[in-house]
């Protein structure tokens, strides 16, 4: 699919479709919408106990979540964002249960691509796990995402090959900010 228009009514309606982000190709949908989160846990045959992680257009996208920023954690958001650092962040809010999985905490990214953020600014946030069955490699083309997902997905936007590392991913906690995963972006401790 080419029309990104389209993509973006498909997922502002619940739906779900494999696209490019700033790092891999993910299997994306509504971060807001329940059934579309349940359908890629479905989709990916993900660990239900594992929170998926979410791209945000805005650090004020934080605040649909119920995530409280203060200073020290904007001081480390705006260090990493927007660029290719998934962060964790505290995610008390009940409601968002079906997002975090009862741990109470979520990851977000904020990426650097004009086109994803302006994708972004018109999907909300989006649920944008790689595209891949848990636990195998993540799709580097269109095509490999079509041998994997079929026709059970709503769209395809191709960007041609994708390679490379996840997003590195860092915990911001009460005792500091950790580190959990190297990825494109090499973080000291």
């Not at 982000?21 to 890629?40: F, M, N, Q």
């Not at 964002?81 to 008390?92: A, D, E, F, K």
């Not at 691509?113 to 302006?118: F, G, I, R, Y």
């Amino acid at each position: 699919m080419d029309n990104i228009k389209e993509a973006v009514q498909i997922l502002q309606n619940g739906g779900v479709g494999v696209g490019p982000t700033d790092t891999l190709y993910g299997l994306l949908g509504s971060a807001l919408s329940k059934k579309a989160v349940e359908r890629i846990y479905q989709l990916k045959k993900r660990d239900l106990s594992k929170p998926l992680i979410v791209l945000i257009a805005d650090i004020k996208d934080l605040e649909v979540f119920g995530i409280e920023v203060g200073t020290r954690t904007t001081n480390v958001l705006n260090r990493f964002w927007p660029g290719q650092v998934s962060i964790i962040l505290p995610c008390p809010k009940a409601e968002m249960s079906y997002l975090h999985r009862g741990t109470g905490t979520l990851a977000f990214r904020l990426p650097k691509p004009k086109w994803l953020m302006d994708f972004l600014q018109e999907t909300g946030p989006l649920a944008a796990p790689s595209a891949n069955l848990e636990g195998e490699k993540p799709a580097e083309t269109i095509g490999q995402a079509k041998k994997i997902f079929g026709n059970k997905i709503d769209f395809y936007i191709d960007k041609g090959k994708l390679t490379g590392l996840p997003s590195a991913l860092i915990k911001i906690a009460k005792q500091g900010t950790m580190v959990l995963r190297q990825g494109v972006v090499k973080i000291n401790n």
